[in-house]
């Protein structure tokens, strides 16, 4: 157990919808981050956040969002969904964004969208 | 982006010790080597990280090349539950953990 929190862990919904997918970080981790696993492809990074701030973007769609509340919890906004965003959606944090700091990762959201 | 460079797949009987390589021949002096690896669909798991000297822990060992151009991750008996793709990654400054290809190894009873 990472101790990185991912809810729900399956979600299925229609094109054009909008969901929230929600991380709890690992206790004492400040930094968050979020990736994409769709079937074909690799984990690919789309953001960071750092205490609160946007640290760093990867390739995120503009539809997507996400923010990181005081409580240093994030969520991942994805709206006018489409088929090609079903993907796993992994969540990872670590304790601060340093080059020699691990990042540790939740088990994902599923999201399917019909 | 990745800077690394690992074979497609590998196997290791059950049992025995697992190898893996990775080439990182860009690396520069600051950075450091992670592997880790992801069984399935589930989250990535990490394993081990290094920067200069050989590292070892409950998981495996690292062993990192006296140039830093290459390491290898050893798994000193590896199992069925073992079974996974194995990523070696270099993270630099800005670079925010690029994931490659990896390794998938299958442990054969």
């Known amino acids: 157990d990472s101790g990185v929190t991912q809810t729900p862990k399956h979600l299925i919904t229609a094109t054009g919808q909008r969901v929230t997918l929600r991380c709890s970080p690992r206790?004492?981790?400040?930094?968050v981050y979020w990736y994409q696993q769709s079937l074909d492809q690799g984990l690919q990074f789309l953001i960071q956040?750092?205490?609160?701030?946007?640290?760093a973007k990867g390739n995120i769609l503009e539809r997507f969002s996400a923010q990181q509340f005081p409580d240093l919890h994030s969520e991942l906004n994805l709206s006018s969904l489409e088929l090609g965003d079903s993907a796993l959606y992994f969540c990872?944090?670590?304790?601060?964004?340093?080059?020699?700091?691990?990042?540790?990762f939740g088990n994902g959201t599923r999201l399917t969208v019909t | 982006d990745a800077k690394t460079t690992q074979p497609p797949s590998m196997d290791c009987a059950e049992g025995r010790a697992a190898n893996l390589p990775c080439n990182h021949s860009t690396i520069s002096g600051n950075e450091y080597v992670y592997w880790y690896r992801q069984i399935h669909s589930q989250g990535p798991q990490y394993i081990i990280h290094?920067?200069?000297n050989n590292e070892t822990n409950e998981m495996a060992s690292l062993i990192i090349t006296e140039d830093r151009k290459s390491s290898t991750l050893i798994l000193p008996h590896a199992t069925l539950r073992d079974t996974a793709v194995y990523y070696c990654i270099v993270r630099v400054e800005g670079n925010q953990f690029y994931f490659g290809t990896g390794t998938s190894l299958t442990v054969i009873p």
């Open positions: 990872a944090s670590s304790v601060e964004p340093g080059l020699g700091s691990p990042l540790h």
């Open positions: 206790s004492g981790d400040l930094s």
């Open positions: 290094g920067l200069k």
């Open positions: 956040y750092y205490n609160g701030e946007e640290r």
